[in-house]
């Protein structure tokens, strides 16, 4: 008998969108041995890196000292003397000498020129350059963890992105205007395509490389050249990703030597620009790179750098240390902690027993490893030592120790399997995990305590610059009527900026005497407010003044800046001083010095000022660690609490006052504003 239910059936709707397909995993040169199948460990994209890295950045532009006051005056005065006309001109940027290339400076003039053209005036276009080179630095960085993520490891690149997000060595480089910072920032690019195994299908690789490696040398720093030499040794020696039977090696080898080489002759074509833009600027022939080298390795027995100080052989092991803290041990233990593995758990490097016609895993992550010891090895052997030396091989000192600590976590897996005889715990276990968060949350943590004590202890220069814009020059304005009233009843917020510009009309000259090396630079002094130095102990070299005013422009030029192309005749580079750069003491309206009341010093060259009451008023001052009388750890690192700071001896950085000069001018001009004059 039929039955009356009906039946309905819905078909599966059908999608013809092709399937998406996953991602290959465990396909770099390290690869995990637990939990092969488990969803892959976080990593941030591209996009979200840069969000990231930007805000630490960013803070680093805005808040982090200027640490060498090569930066101040051999690049941040030509710049501003490019775009106002006066400024502090140094040997080597001088046609005779011409160590310091117009090329690169000239990089920054866009960033620099766009808060002036907005009228925001000179302080904001300082920190626009910081901010640009520290946007420059993140996509650099940001880039270099992604490649590491795909190349490498998963894992090595996590602790690759955190150990550059918070270690102090980055904080002071990524926003430094130098070539070893510009240097840096092509070393990660290159580093970038340098990851993959060389091949002959892989033209990509060399070219970029190549090009990129240049770029840092040529425009920045020529020695950062060096970090590109196990690069070289790849491209040349080593199969890299080709499989090469005996008979065909010699064709391979050409190969690999003509296309380097190739690759090297289109990388020289940088030097065009960089020679032409130099040698309009100085007026002369000149090849800033060779002249670099020339000065550096063969300047004879009485010149060159040693001229100014040598420091012990364990100087970058020191400086190194209280920058990147923990993974200092772990950046210089990787190659031989790679031996290690190599030994013990050598399926990590992917590969059980490599083919005589191809490279091993082992043999490709040796040569990524080795620049940090090459670049740590030739630097230690110079007598004169500088931290900014290190800057292009930083990112490198978090790539090693990135993969030293996978590595050790790998020897932690391979030791609990062995005690426990179960893959299954051990891919359970929290260990691991728990050991590699530890490392990299201590690190963070000591290089934030670190970067906050160059903050609290350190940052009184800048601030002092600031005090003197921001405050005592608008109480001049103030005092004499320059400055129009507000209407009454207007907010803070709505408070308009103040313009200086009337501030010419009191010829101020501001004075620097022991402290000229703290500068820094005149973007940080309103124009109309001229820098001049007294004499201190200091009986080395100071800069001169760049010749102001602009030259007339013709058709076959294109350079306004005569001071350029001009050398003054006491500057020289045998550090010999020249004592028509210094400005009597009377004739200073405002001095910045340094005065420790505890442990005091003083001498006819350079006397109390700050408590000379009857000559000078104290504007504002602000404490400055004593570091010589302070204990190690705490003037090392930061911690909050009178406990930690009881430990530390400050100092009083000043802003003085002549008072007798000073008021002299206020009278002088507040007559000249009652009779109209001004």
Not at 228 to 236: I, N, R
Not at 339 to 350: H, M, N, P, Q, S
Not at 370 to 398: D, N, S
Request: charged share 20%; glycine share 6%; proline share 7%.
């Amino acid at each position: 008998m039929a039955s009356n239910t009906q039946t309905l059936r819905f078909r599966r709707n059908e999608d013809n969108k092709p399937p998406v397909p996953r991602v290959a995993r465990h396909t770099g040169m390290l690869q995990d041995q637990l939990r092969r199948s488990a969803r892959k460990p976080w990593n941030p994209n591209f996009l979200t890196a840069v969000r990231i890295l930007l805000l630490v950045r960013v803070a680093a532009a805005m808040y982090s000292n200027i640490q060498d006051c090569d930066e101040v005056f051999n690049f941040w005065e030509p710049l501003h003397y490019i775009e106002h006309g006066h400024g502090f001109q140094t040997w080597e940027v001088t046609p005779m000498y011409a160590i310091r290339s117009w090329a690169y400076v000239l990089l920054h003039l866009i960033p620099a020129r766009l808060p002036l053209v907005l009228n925001l005036g000179k302080r904001p276009a300082f920190f626009a350059v910081r901010i640009a080179l520290a946007v420059v630095s993140t996509l650099c960085e940001a880039k270099l963890c992604c490649t590491v993520v795909e190349k490498v490891n998963e894992r090595v690149g996590r602790y690759l992105f955190f150990m550059l997000l918070f270690n102090a060595g980055m904080w002071n480089a990524a926003p430094a205007f130098l070539p070893s910072s510009f240097a840096m920032y092509a070393t990660m690019m290159a580093f970038t395509y340098s990851l993959e195994p060389s091949s002959l299908k892989n033209k990509r690789r060399t070219l970029f490389a190549t090009i990129l490696f240049a770029t840092g040398a040529i425009v920045g720093w020529p020695f950062a050249l060096a970090l590109s030499l196990p690069f070289v040794s790849e491209e040349l020696l080593v199969f890299g990703g080709d499989q090469v039977e005996p008979s065909a090696r010699r064709s391979w080898m050409i190969s690999r030597w003509k296309r380097l080489f190739t690759a090297g002759l289109v990388s020289a074509l940088i030097f065009v620009p960089v020679i032409a833009i130099d040698s309009v600027a100085y007026g002369r022939w000149n090849i800033v790179p060779w002249n670099i080298v020339r000065y550096n390795i063969f300047g004879g027995s009485d010149r060159g750098p040693d001229l100014y100080g040598t420091s012990p052989w364990y100087f970058y092991i020191l400086n190194l240390l209280l920058n990147f803290n923990v993974l200092v041990p772990l950046a210089f233990v990787s190659l031989p902690g790679l031996a290690v593995t190599y030994r013990i758990d050598r399926k990590r490097l992917g590969m059980t027993k490599p083919n005589p016609n191809q490279s091993s895993p082992f043999t490709l992550l040796a040569l990524r490893l080795a620049p940090l010891y090459v670049w740590t090895a030739i630097l230690t052997a110079q007598a004169h030592k500088e931290e900014r030396f290190m800057f292009p091989a930083y990112p490198l000192v978090c790539f090693n120790a990135a993969v030293a600590l996978y590595l050790i976590r790998g020897w932690m897996e391979v030791a609990y399997i062995s005690a426990t005889n179960s893959p299954y715990k051990a891919s359970r276990s929290i260990i691991f995990g728990a050991t590699t968060f530890s490392v990299i949350i201590l690190t963070g943590l000591i290089s934030l305590s670190r970067a906050l004590a160059l903050w609290h202890y350190y940052h009184a220069p800048l601030s002092i610059f600031n005090n003197l814009e921001a405050s005592e020059l608008p109480r001049l304005l103030n005092v004499t009527g320059l400055l129009p009233p507000l209407l009454p009843g207007t907010d803070e917020i709505d408070r308009p900026s103040i313009d200086l510009t009337p501030i010419r009309a009191f010829d101020l000259r501001l004075c620097l005497g022991k402290e000229w090396h703290r500068f820094p630079g005149h973007y940080l002094v309103p124009n109309g407010v001229k820098v001049d130095f007294v004499k201190s102990e200091f009986d080395g070299l100071l800069p001169a003044h760049f010749e102001e005013g602009r030259a007339k422009l013709s058709l076959s030029g294109w350079w306004d800046r005569p001071g350029s192309r001009i050398t003054p005749a006491s500057l020289n580079d045998l550090n010999k001083e020249a004592p028509e750069f210094y400005v009597p003491i009377e004739s200073c309206d405002y001095l910045v010095d340094l005065d420790f009341p505890n442990h005091t010093v003083s001498s006819p060259l350079e006397p109390r000022y700050a408590i000379d009451n009857e000559t000078w008023e104290r504007v504002s001052c602000l404490p400055f660690l004593d570091a010589s009388h302070s204990s190690l750890l705490t003037r090392t690192l930061w911690i909050p609490g009178s406990w930690w700071q009881n430990e530390n001896e400050f100092g009083d950085y000043c802003l003085l006052k002549n008072r007798e000069k000073v008021h002299k001018k206020e009278v002088e001009v507040a007559g000249r504003v009652r009779q109209g004059k001004l």
